[in-house]
């Protein structure tokens, strides 16, 4: 894996954020919880919701971990 191999994208109007790994896009997010199974899937089994809000492998872009709302 590449140094930030892990995207968040901006929420959109309806609360998503797209989330990418090593370029390909899992899905959408909706909560930290979402972001942190797409993570689980792609082979970080024990990986937390905390270790997801403070890991610096993911980029948090449009917000951190507590944004999902568009402004």
């Not at 998503?16 to 959408?28: H, P, Q, S």
Request: glycine fraction near 12%; charged fraction near 30%; avoid cysteine.
């Amino acid at each position: 894996m590449s140094a930030v191999p892990v995207v968040v994208y901006p929420p959109d109007d309806a609360g998503g954020r797209r989330v990418r790994v090593d370029g390909e896009i899992l899905g959408m997010a909706r909560s930290i919880r979402d972001v942190t199974e797409f993570l689980r899937r792609a082979g970080l089994d024990d990986i937390t919701e905390d270790e997801v809000a403070v890991s610096g492998m993911i980029e948090w872009r449009g917000g951190g971990p507590d944004v999902w709302q568009a402004p």
